[in-house]
């Protein structure tokens, strides 16, 4: 079960989109993100050249077995990698008007099962916010 996130491509890419495949994370395992968690991220990007966000997501496309009929009003799309050796790593988060934002899949697909337990992940929400300069990158990417 897995989410594809459809980008926006630039002119001469347009016949090919680009995208990324997200591993779900079932419904009662879904992960709350912080509410102050973004709008922080988007602060620390005026004073790190490293963290950029823009709008570029076009369409998130859930796969026909994908058992959730939960309806999204947004998403978010944030990659991370630390160091050049690092694969990036990255978590979709879908908005649910009663429940916030919230963790509800995972890239790559070898990523490792026991980091997208909460705790782990909330640790990893942190580190971004208060180490965010020891990371190569870090992307936030929201829905057009």
Known sequence: MVYKVIFI????????????????????????VPPQFLSSLKALSSQHSNI?????????????????NLTFNYYIVILFSQNSSDQKEGYLIGNLKKRGDLIIGYWPF???????????????????????????????????
Do not use: M, W
């Open 52 to 68: 950029i966000y823009f709008q570029n997501i076009d369409e998130v496309v859930k796969s026909e077995d994908l058992l959730t």
């Open 110 to 144: 070898n990523f490792n099962p026991a980091k997208i337990e909460p705790e782990p992940v909330h640790d990893k929400l942190r580190d971004l916010i208060e180490n965010s300069g020891s990371y190569l990158e870090i992307a936030l990417i929201y829905s057009v």
């Open 9 to 32: 491509g630039n002119k001469e890419s347009d016949d090919i989109p680009l995208s990324l495949t997200f591993q779900h994370l079932n419904a009662d395992k879904f992960i709350q």
